[in-house]
């Protein structure tokens, strides 16, 4: 693979951008290696400066569903802009979007767009203490809701201690609000609440994304529910992954459950930044300018944005049945090749999957959890990713995150990619 005017963009990239990235998690760190540079991307493949072709599973981190540069989402977005970029002002298309996202999901009443799935999250935070009156949070470890500073923490001494600053730069007093809990382990919730009168919610990824795809364990949600219920604890699912990308409704629709408050980001922006939180209604209305906790932001409702998402939401809806079960297929078939291949060539490799979304991590045993996903063989993983992209498919280069399936993943691209991982495993077990 060449990468010479990549390393090039590289070597100047730092000089103005700490690390050369916008993004930590887009950096080539992790693997000692060096990003390259896209050029331009179009249905499932990015095209870097080099001239060099990846097919693309990062999907903008989860964010593209159609495929890049769909030809319909560009006449919408030309035609938006048209009309003009920012206005600092309202625009029916606000209504169209919040109309279908609603109907969309059963749980949410009302909802405010913001700018990135990071100020959902953060808003939604906000609220939860405005409405209940209480300053504590319950995260889980190995959940990854944006770089807000509460929730940039991880696990003390034990499971249902404060939570340690993650990141420095987040004050203890703040961080100590923050409660972390074991994913699939409802009694570690338990315990929190126990020692706690000051909850004031829950957040969590219905399924596990930015630790890789972990999928909730039967009834693990609809405990928490239940328990959030009895307590009288806000539950706040962070769907900014899942939402329109498992199902129309989300995970929420899929697992049967009714969260107080959701957060949606990537798909609902057709690839343009943005974000929302809603919720139930009585909720909601102790936002500015009816309630007394605030929250705003100048581009949020942008109208290019906000067209986008329109765009891409209203193909879902018609075509949602079509969409959901080609994805599903997709998924189905290169796990099903994948795991065979890692039999044949006696590779620990575990694939935990669901509708347009998977992970395949190097652990001999089930990934349920934080422990086992931190287990992983990250030098394999190492191995695996750069060898897989030279030849031509790109994952992420962390093996804690997600791979995405979009609507313009074609069955020659499935078996390419098949082939790859016959030819990168025949590789790795020859090492071995």
Same mark, same amino acid.
């Given at each position: 693979?060449?990468? @010479?005017?990549?390393?090039?963009?590289?070597?100047?990239?730092?000089?103005? &951008?700490?690390?050369?990235?916008?993004?930590?998690?887009?950096?080539? #760190?992790?693997?000692?290696?060096?990003?390259?540079?896209? @050029?331009?991307?179009?249905?499932?493949?990015?095209?870097?400066?080099?001239?060099?072709?990846?097919?693309?599973?990062?999907?903008?981190?989860?964010? +593209?569903?159609?495929?890049?540069?769909?030809?319909?989402?560009?006449?919408?977005?030309?035609?938006?802009?048209?009309?003009?970029?920012?206005?600092?002002?309202?625009? =029916?298309?606000?209504?169209?979007? $919040?109309?279908? *996202?609603?109907?969309?999901?059963?749980? *949410?009443?009302?909802? /405010?767009?913001?700018?990135?799935?990071?100020?959902?999250?953060?808003? !939604?935070?906000?609220?939860?203490?405005?409405?209940?009156?209480?300053?504590?949070?319950? @995260?889980?470890?190995?959940?990854?809701?944006?770089?807000?500073?509460?929730?940039?923490?991880?696990?003390?001494?034990?499971? $249902?201690?404060?939570?340690?600053?993650?990141?420095?730069?987040? =004050?203890?007093?703040?961080?100590?609000?923050?409660?972390?809990?074991?994913?699939?382990? *409802?009694?570690?919730?338990?315990?929190?609440?126990?020692?706690?009168?000051?909850? %004031?919610?829950?957040?969590?990824?219905?399924?596990?994304?930015? #630790?890789?795809?972990?999928?909730?364990?039967?009834?693990?949600? @609809?405990?928490?529910?239940?328990?959030? /219920?009895? /307590?009288?604890?806000?539950?706040?699912?962070?769907?900014? &992954?899942?939402?329109?990308?498992?199902?129309?409704?989300?995970?929420?629709?899929?697992?049967?459950?009714?969260?107080?408050?959701?957060?949606?980001?990537?798909? *609902?922006?057709?690839?343009?930044?943005?974000? !929302?939180?809603?919720?139930?209604?009585?909720? #909601?209305?102790?936002?500015?300018?009816?309630?007394?906790?605030?929250?705003?932001?100048?581009?949020?409702?942008?109208?290019?944005?906000?067209?986008?998402?329109?765009?891409?939401?209203?193909?879902?809806?018609?075509? $949602?049945?079509?969409?959901?079960?080609?994805?599903?297929?997709?998924?189905?078939?290169?796990?099903?090749? &994948?795991?065979? &291949?890692?039999?044949?060539?006696? +590779?620990?490799?575990? +694939?935990?999957?669901?509708?347009? #979304?998977?992970?395949?991590?190097?652990?001999?045993?089930?990934?349920?959890?934080?422990? !086992?996903?931190?287990?992983?063989? /990250?030098?394999?993983?190492?191995?695996?990713?750069?060898?897989?992209?030279?030849?031509?498919?790109?994952? %992420?280069?962390?093996?804690?995150?997600?791979?995405?399936?979009?609507?313009?993943?074609?069955?020659?691209?499935?078996?390419?990619?098949?082939?790859?991982?016959?030819?990168?495993?025949?590789? +790795?077990?020859?090492?071995?």
């Amino acid at each position: 693979m060449i990468k @010479k005017r990549s390393d090039a963009y590289c070597e100047e990239a730092q000089e103005f &951008i700490p690390g050369g990235v916008n993004s930590p998690v887009r950096a080539f #760190m992790s693997v000692h290696d060096r990003p390259f540079f896209v @050029k331009r991307a179009k249905g499932s493949w990015l095209y870097d400066v080099d001239g060099n072709a990846f097919l693309d599973y990062v999907a903008s981190w989860g964010a +593209i569903i159609l495929g890049h540069a769909d030809d319909g989402l560009i006449a919408a977005v030309i035609e938006a802009l048209h009309d003009g970029t920012s206005y600092g002002a309202c625009h =029916p298309y606000e209504i169209g979007l $919040a109309r279908l *996202i609603t109907e969309a999901f059963p749980s *949410i009443d009302c909802l /405010r767009l913001t700018t990135s799935g990071t100020e959902a999250t953060m808003s !939604a935070l906000r609220l939860a203490r405005g409405y209940s009156g209480r300053n504590g949070v319950i @995260k889980f470890r190995g959940c990854y809701h944006g770089h807000v500073d509460s929730l940039l923490v991880k696990a003390g001494s034990g499971l $249902a201690t404060f939570g340690i600053p993650d990141s420095a730069g987040v =004050p203890a007093d703040l961080a100590k609000h923050t409660y972390v809990a074991e994913f699939n382990d *409802i009694g570690t919730v338990e315990r929190i609440m126990d020692g706690s009168d000051d909850i %004031a919610c829950v957040i969590v990824e219905p399924i596990m994304g930015n #630790m890789g795809v972990i999928l909730p364990g039967e009834g693990f949600l @609809k405990g928490l529910e239940t328990l959030c /219920r009895e /307590r009288g604890v806000l539950l706040i699912f962070d769907e900014v &992954i899942t939402g329109f990308r498992v199902a129309f409704g989300g995970a929420q629709h899929i697992y049967g459950i009714d969260p107080d408050i959701t957060c949606l980001g990537k798909i *609902i922006g057709g690839g343009f930044p943005i974000g !929302a939180f809603g919720g139930k209604r009585d909720i #909601m209305e102790r936002l500015a300018p009816l309630g007394n906790v605030y929250q705003a932001g100048t581009l949020s409702g942008n109208p290019v944005a906000v067209r986008a998402g329109l765009y891409v939401l209203e193909y879902l809806r018609r075509n $949602a049945d079509a969409v959901y079960v080609r994805l599903e297929k997709a998924g189905q078939a290169l796990s099903k090749e &994948i795991a065979a &291949i890692a039999g044949r060539y006696d +590779i620990p490799y575990r +694939i935990n999957s669901i509708t347009g #979304m998977f992970t395949g991590f190097f652990s001999g045993a089930p990934v349920t959890g934080y422990d !086992a996903a931190a287990s992983s063989d /990250r030098d394999l993983y190492e191995k695996f990713f750069k060898a897989m992209l030279d030849e031509g498919i790109f994952f %992420a280069p962390s093996q804690f995150e997600a791979s995405f399936v979009t609507l313009t993943l074609h069955q020659s691209e499935i078996e390419r990619t098949v082939a790859a991982f016959e030819k990168v495993f025949r590789g +790795i077990c020859s090492m071995q």
